[in-house]
């Protein structure tokens, strides 16, 4: 993957991220049921974009990270 | 012995404790001005981690987290939400500014703004800007620290002599250490609130109901509007989204623009530690998980303490816990008031004296030094003044500092991404904005979709700082080839 695409997908998740968290993405989501893992829907769905966020910027960073030893090398 | 004893023991041991490891660290540092960056060059991964995280989550996410989602809710949600959203933009933010800091000797965020847009009124504006957003911070944390000793002593130990004991020795160990046991203490401190918050919250609703998931099957039988974003009002109203989702995106602006926290962009020297602490961050974050659940082992169980932002010392005390544990979780909360509180202590007399003080009259290093030993003082001693009414609440102080410091997002982008950006620009949008947020601040009525102030003030600062820029004539292409080569 290319450092600009990488960047881009990034931006595109966090973007997203911030709709999905607040008015008017969550609205769809605003709701109780089903409970996942024992959390009301809306909680875990917040705490699903939360932890996503992770698996994103490792990805980002392993690419941003081929980039910069390549240009060292 | 009384159970209120044995906590006062182990809180007062684990005070003890903590003082010393503040006091140590600073016989490390060979001088108190370039102590921080040594300490900073010197932590790895798993620590800067722990520091991070601890200087985030304060007793705003301890105290004011449970207390919200006790009494307002889904409202809490916005605490989970913004955090990761506003470290996220760090990983490109965080290495640019060290670069530029490396270059030009930048050692506050003010310094970066105004080596690129040379003014000292912009610098003296910055500094003023900080020190008041710093004010309710650093008295939301002395606060949340009285209000753990006053709850589990049993009153023995009221608010006002709660927190200044446990602020007499966080201006102790700042005053006397500096940075150094700042650094340190927070390490030991975000240990001990990750692993306090994730035992209780998951023990108090196994205790109570038998479990997470019962717990919530008893509350949407009973209460099922509590957990439906975005919420309740403090008066048990219906929260609007046009607030809920306000107050997200001002924390998530501002998160970074705290300057004891973008400041540890100049001190770390390793990029590849500061980016994987901002990858990692979001797992720190999911500590507030735990923490609400605190909050909502809270809501079916019968009394209440005498404000929300007590239920988490209250439900401890109330669920009959062995004294020893009580006072652990209790060392667990102080921790997170303490280590954020010294950090912003330190913080905020930095950045009086370098970006205020300094620019308008020359001082040699030992003036600064004591200086800046002085502010500490004055600043925890105004911070602890108002700590001692008891009408605040402690998210509700937490969010206006918020939208005083996301005024200085544009400032700070602009002064590393934006070319055309102006001196008259940002100094122009720094007070069209800052004046937008303290007039709705005031007149809390006329918010348009009761949106945040600090929201509305950016709304009027960006097409500011754009318009005047525009009109102004470009910087010199010798002066932004230094910031854009």
Same mark, same amino acid.
């Given at each position: 993957m290319s450092l600009r695409t990488a960047r881009v997908l990034t931006c595109i998740y966090l973007a997203l991220a911030m709709f999905f968290v607040t008015w008017p993405g969550l609205v769809p989501f605003a709701r109780i049921e089903p409970l996942v893992? %024992?959390?009301?829907?809306?909680?875990?769905?917040?705490?699903?974009?939360?932890? %996503?966020?992770?698996?994103?910027?490792? %990805?980002?960073?392993r690419v941003e990270r081929r980039h910069r030893d390549g240009e060292d090398s | 012995?009384?159970?209120?004893?044995?906590?006062?023991?182990?809180?007062?041991?684990?005070?003890?404790?903590?003082?010393?490891?503040?006091?140590?660290?600073?016989?490390? =540092? =060979? &001088?108190?001005?370039?102590?921080?960056?040594?300490?900073d060059r010197s932590f790895g991964l798993l620590v800067m981690y722990f520091v991070t995280g601890a200087s985030v989550f304060s007793a705003?996410?301890?105290?004011?987290? *449970?207390?919200? $989602?006790?009494?307002?809710?889904?409202?809490?949600?916005?605490?989970?939400?913004y955090g990761a959203l506003g470290m996220a933009p760090f990983y490109w933010i965080g290495p640019r500014a060290a670069a530029?800091?490396?270059?030009?000797?930048?050692?506050?965020?003010?310094?970066?703004?105004?080596?690129?847009?040379?003014?000292?009124?912009?610098?003296?504006?910055?500094?003023?800007?900080s020190l008041i957003a710093f004010i309710p911070y650093i008295t939301l944390q002395i606060r949340g620290a009285g209000i753990v000793i006053e709850a589990v002593t049993?009153?023995?130990? *009221?608010?006002?002599?709660?927190?200044?004991?446990?602020?007499?020795?966080?201006?102790?160990?700042?005053? $006397?250490?500096? $940075?150094?046991?700042v650094g340190w203490t927070n390490t030991f401190q975000?240990?001990?609130?990750?692993?306090?918050?994730? =035992?209780?919250?998951?023990?108090? *609703?196994?205790?109570?109901?038998?479990?997470?998931?019962?717990?919530?099957?008893?509350?949407?039988?009973?209460?099922? &509007?509590?957990?439906?974003?975005p919420g309740l009002t403090a008066t048990g109203e219906p929260w609007s989204w046009g607030a809920y989702s306000t107050f997200i995106l001002v924390s998530a602006v501002g998160l970074m623009m705290w300057p004891h926290l973008f400041m540890k962009a100049f001190t770390a020297k390793d990029d590849d530690t500061m980016r994987r602490t901002v990858i990692l961050f979001p797992t720190f974050q999911l500590f507030l998980i735990p923490v609400f659940l605190i909050g909502f082992?809270?809501?079916?169980?019968?009394?209440?303490? *005498? =404000?929300?932002d007590f239920i988490l010392p209250y439900m401890i005390l109330e669920t009959g816990l062995p004294a020893v544990v009580v006072g652990l979780f209790c060392a667990g909360a102080l921790s997170a008031s303490m280590s954020t509180g010294d950090a912003l202590l330190h913080a905020s007399a930095s950045v009086v004296v370098e970006d205020g003080v300094n620019q308008f009259m020359q001082l040699d290093d030992r003036q600064q030094r004591l200086l800046m030993?002085?502010?500490?003082l004055v600043t925890g001693a105004t911070a602890y003044y108002f700590a001692q009414d008891a009408e605040s609440s402690l998210v509700l102080l937490l969010a206006t500092a918020y939208g005083v410091i996301s005024q200085l997002a544009p400032p700070v982008i602009s002064a590393m991404y934006w070319r055309r950006a102006t001196t008259n620009g940002v100094l122009a949008g720094l007070l069209a904005g800052t004046a937008t947020s303290v007039f709705f601040y005031l007149n809390p009525d006329l918010k348009p979709f009761d949106m945040h102030e600090g929201i509305l003030g950016l709304i009027v600062h960006i097409p500011v700082l754009l318009a005047v820029s525009f009109m102004t004539p470009t910087q010199s292409e010798k002066h932004l080839e230094g910031f854009f080569s």
């Open positions: 893992l %024992g959390l009301p829907f809306s909680m875990a769905w917040i705490a699903g974009w939360i932890a %996503g966020s992770v698996f994103v910027l490792y %990805g980002l960073d | 012995m009384e159970q209120w004893v044995v906590v006062s023991i182990i809180v007062g041991a684990y005070l003890a404790l903590t003082l010393t490891i503040g006091l140590l660290a600073g016989r490390k =540092s =060979s &001088d108190s001005v370039t102590g921080y960056v040594a300490a705003f996410a301890f105290l004011g987290g *449970p207390g919200w $989602a006790y009494s307002r809710g889904a409202a809490a949600f916005y605490i989970l939400a530029l800091g490396r270059k030009f000797g930048y050692v506050t965020q003010a310094q970066l703004v105004v080596g690129r847009f040379p003014s000292r009124s912009l610098s003296a504006l910055i500094a003023t800007l049993e009153g023995h130990v *009221p608010i006002w002599l709660g927190s200044l004991l446990a602020y007499g020795i966080v201006i102790f160990y700042v005053l $006397a250490s500096g $940075a150094m046991a975000g240990v001990f609130m990750v692993v306090i918050a994730w =035992s209780l919250g998951l023990y108090l *609703p196994y205790r109570l109901y038998g479990g997470v998931t019962p717990m919530f099957e008893q509350i949407i039988d009973a209460r099922p &509007d509590m957990l439906i974003p082992s809270g809501v079916l169980f019968s009394g209440g303490p *005498p =404000s929300a030993r002085i502010l500490v």
